[in-house]
């Protein structure tokens, strides 16, 4: 039997329960993907998973063209919390946005919650076509949990509703300069994200970074954290990756 995590990994959306003996449908996706790209037939075994139940060993049952069924054998992991932030960032181009999320995804973003500021270039957005960029993420990088893409927001309406016991870090360009303009001389840490935790937010903006009016905004909010990614200017998803990067090591060594 070839090692579980050679075997193909598909999502199951929590409202088709992964238990022993039960047979499941295939998504008409998940069938073409497993019979015309993947050349598997039935008999075959795969990995199914989702937050909910964990993550299942099963074997196909059927499969023809775009339908099919799997049969659940045995659990090979129990359901588990996936500590992670939430990622606010200036909805970007098509692509550069697509990026965000498979990079989000493999590290650790639990809600996506894309940002309509005062620089954004894009203004709409596919859901859909995120869900699955998120949905194949987490397939690839075997988290249980397939993260939640929000409604595009207005910067302010998400401030606005930001709870307040959380903590918000937000990237700023050329912080130091920003705060020595301001009259106040400070030091960061080499650790931007001291003290984080599960659920704690992060902030990117869109290239050119947020405006001056966006950032007098932020500082008012007790709950908001100003930090900097480091002397160079990112593009927006470097900037990303990097925090997120940052932020997940943070939670990793709690």
Not at 165 to 192: I, Y
Not at 210 to 239: C, Q
Not at 241 to 252: C, E, N, V
Request: net charge negative; with cysteine.
């Amino acid at each position: 039997m070839p090692a579980p995590h050679t075997l193909p990994r598909l999502y199951l959306q929590p409202d088709q329960p992964l238990a022993g003996s039960m047979t499941l449908p295939m998504a008409p996706d998940q069938a073409r993907y497993l019979g015309t790209v993947l050349r598997r037939g039935e008999g075959d075994e795969v990995r199914l998973f989702n937050g909910r139940d964990g993550e299942w060993l099963a074997r196909i049952a059927s499969i023809k063209k775009d339908k099919g069924s799997f049969s659940c054998l045995e659990q090979l992991r129990t359901p588990a919390p996936e500590p992670g932030c939430v990622l606010a960032f200036a909805l970007l181009k098509r692509d550069a946005t697509d990026l965000v999320v498979r990079m989000g995804t493999e590290l650790g973003v639990t809600r996506f919650v894309p940002l309509l500021t005062e620089r954004t270039v894009g203004q709409r957005v596919n859901e859909a076509r995120l869900e699955s960029i998120a949905t194949e993420a987490a397939e690839q990088c075997e988290r249980l949990i397939v993260p939640e893409i929000a409604t595009p927001i207005r910067f302010a309406d998400f401030l606005g509703a930001w709870p307040a016991e959380k903590r918000l870090f937000v990237a700023v360009e050329r912080l130091a300069e920003r705060a020595e303009s301001h009259g106040a001389s400070e030091s960061f840490p080499l650790s931007p994200f001291a003290g984080a935790q599960a659920g704690d937010g992060l902030m990117i903006g869109p290239e050119g970074g947020f405006s001056d009016g966006e950032l007098d905004v932020t500082r008012a909010r007790p709950f908001v954290t100003s930090i900097t990614l480091g002397n160079r200017v990112l593009r927006a998803e470097t900037a990303v990756a990097a925090g997120l990067t940052l932020f997940d090591s943070q939670l990793r060594n709690v």
